[in-house]
T-cell receptor, first 115, second 112 residues
Framework: DAGITQSPRHKVTETGTPVTLRCHQT?????MYWYRQDPGHGLRLIHY???????DKGEVSDGYSVSRSKTEDFLLTLESATSSQTSVYFC??????????????FGPGTRLLVL | EDQVTQSPEALRLQEGESSSLNCSYT??????LFWYRQDPGKGPEFLFT???AGEEKEKERLKATLTKKESFLHITAPKPEDSATYLC?????????????FGAGTRLAVHP
């Protein structure tokens, strides 16, 4: 298994509160990603990082921010949680974004419920 | 618009009954096609990457093939432990980065 952990694994929060999810890797991979998975939808990219302090938006980034201060840690923050952000969140890592080293390996996920 | 469609949404098989899952895609500039397996409550687990039409990869009872418009995941003589959701994703250059576009998945149930 790729060395990826996510914390917390489950969280219940209230609308309007900030929430931070953490992804930690031990593979020293350059690229890290945050996805959300909802019934009837494929995994959708929220944000990604291509190095320390280097991040960019994915297709569903509104309401989310990210930070990467160390190679091994990628944080996802919901600035003010809404019920539409109830989802399962997955972190993924890859050594590269191309050149046949772009396979993404996923963490175990965080199940978030916003009441 | 880049799109990935998987069919069927759900498939029920008897143990030993071979079948195929389909992943059709429309992307401008395919850079790779990925298959993942996802068990309930867990993250997707990487199975295969295919890069060019005609390419095939095998792992135990699974065999993935690729054409210019679709990929198939063939399951030969499945066992109950093959029950899972199978996800297909294509990688394409879009919006300034290498984007992975996922299908919604096929839920496979194999009964003894």
């Amino acid at each position: 298994d790729a060395g990826i952990t996510q914390s917390p694994r489950h969280k219940v929060t209230e609308t309007g509160t900030p929430v931070t999810l953490r992804c930690h890797q031990t593979e020293n991979h350059r690229y890290m990603y945050w996805y959300r998975q909802d019934p009837g939808h494929g995994l959708r990219l929220i944000h990604y990082s291509y190095g320390v302090k280097d991040t960019d938006k994915g297709e569903v980034s509104d309401g989310y921010s990210v930070s990467r201060s160390k190679t091994e840690d990628f944080l996802l923050t919901l600035e003010s949680a809404t019920s539409s952000q109830t989802s399962v969140y997955f972190c993924a890592i890859s050594p590269s974004a191309g050149g046949h080293q772009e396979t993404q390996y996923f963490g175990p996920g965080t199940r978030l419920l916003v009441l | 618009e880049d799109q990935v469609t998987q069919s069927p949404e759900a498939l029920r098989l008897q143990e030993g009954e071979s079948s195929s899952l389909n992943c059709s895609y429309t992307v401008s500039g395919l850079r790779g096609l990925f298959w993942y397996r996802q068990d309930p409550g867990k993250g997707p687990e990487f199975l295969f990457t295919l890069y060019s039409a005609g390419e095939e990869k095998e792992k135990e009872r699974l065999k993935a093939t690729l054409t210019k418009k679709e990929s198939f995941l063939h399951i030969t003589a499945p066992k109950p432990e093959d029950s899972a959701t199978y996800l297909c994703a294509v990688q394409a250059w879009s919006g300034g980065y290498n984007k992975l576009i996922f299908g919604a998945g096929t839920r496979l149930a194999v009964h003894p």
